[in-house]
Nanobody, 116 residues
Framework: QVRLVESGGGLVQTGGSLRLSCAAS????????MGWYRQAPGKQRELVAV???????NYADSVKGRFTISRDSALNTVYLQMNSLKPEDTAVYYC??????????WGQGTQVTVSS
């Protein structure tokens, strides 16, 4: 069983920056990708960014050029550096780990609020 603990959320003004961290612990093997999703009130959860075991990255169009995902495999930790934040980035951000069998593990979520 994989346990994910997110940190780094908070309140920031438009144009500000935040860095999210997600530490994975427990029975971890066969990880194919780690990523971040977000869910705003009244909306579906959406992919923000993902990084594969081969360090390939993929971003939602809405965050390209502003967000950067990175990973420390030795620490089983994934990061999301968020710059030039906008009010529409306000959401609960969830960490995700997917293994080679397609099983997903989720963190409890961390709130990011961007004030205008």
């Amino acid at each position: 069983q994989v346990r994910l603990v997110e940190s780094g959320g908070g309140l920031v003004q438009t144009g500000g920056s935040l860095r999210l961290s997600c530490a994975a612990s427990g029975t971890i093997f066969g990880v194919s990708a780690m990523g971040w999703y977000r869910q705003a009130p009244g909306k579906q959860r959406e992919l923000v960014a993902v990084i594969t075991s081969g360090s390939r990255t993929n971003y939602a169009d809405s965050v390209k050029g502003r967000f950067t995902i990175s990973r420390d495999s030795a620490l089983n930790t994934v990061y999301l550096q968020m710059n030039s934040l906008k009010p529409e980035d306000t959401a609960v951000y969830y960490c995700n780990v997917r293994n080679a069998w397609g099983d997903d593990s989720w963190g409890q979520g961390t709130q990011v609020t961007v004030s205008s």
